[in-house]
């Protein structure tokens, strides 16, 4: 007898496992971040992605609906648990930190997060995909970037966000993630070709030390 021929629907058999929704879910969300930073959104298929998490077409479908809401979930799952988790971090402060220990430990993670290899690749994939799927990009900016600003500049202020014309806390509260990233993604641009060899965690470092060097005259001058 011979042996079927295997098609784009037969995911490898070793690979046909019986996973739980969610890590299943997971598996696929995985595999789309290395398909579309490796192809693009745009030239992506379903199928790269099915193929790459080793299920059928079908069994995708069964998460997910349509590209577009596969992306939306991908950023999403990443991005939003880290908004949620700077929340948490500042509602709960159990140890009492100083506004200035607090925003210490809000700009560490989010360097500690962009030194996470997923993390740079999704960052440069919203880079470069977003602005041609503006639906998707104006989801991303309120349901992301807003949620990070309320808590940094919770954080810059000591209270919750009050309804009133932007000033430099709120211009502070949208430049430092930027900050933080382009560094980030410079590092890895160049991280072969840089002399050097700068280290992340030693360059989180500097950063973040110049970048609190500098708030506190913005912050008093705001508090007046």
Known sequence: ??????????????????????????????????????????????????????VTKGALYHYFESKDQLFTELVHGYLGELVQAGDLRVAQNEAGLSREELLRAHLEAMWSTLQLPHM???????LMELP???????????????????????????????AEPADDIDALAAALPSMLLGVALT?????????LQLDGERLG?????????GIPAIAVARDR
């Open 205 to 213: 470092q500097v950063i973040v030390d110049a970048l609190l060097a």
């Open 187 to 195: 590092q890895r641009l160049f991280q072969d070709v840089d002399p």
């Open 1 to 54: 007898m011979s042996e079927p021929t295997p098609n784009s629907e037969q995911a490898p058999p070793e690979r046909r496992r019986r996973l739980t929704p969610e890590v299943r879910r997971a598996q696929i969300l995985a595999a789309a971040l290395e398909v579309f930073t490796g192809l693009g959104f745009e030239r992506a298929t379903l199928q790269d992605v099915a193929d790459r998490a080793g």
């Open 132 to 162: 041609k799927f503006p639906d998707l990009g104006r989801g991303f900016f309120e349901d992301v970037v807003i949620p990070s600003r309320r808590t940094t500049r919770r954080i810059l202020v000591g209270r919750e966000i009050r």
């Open 120 to 126: 740079l690749g999704l960052s440069q994939l919203i």
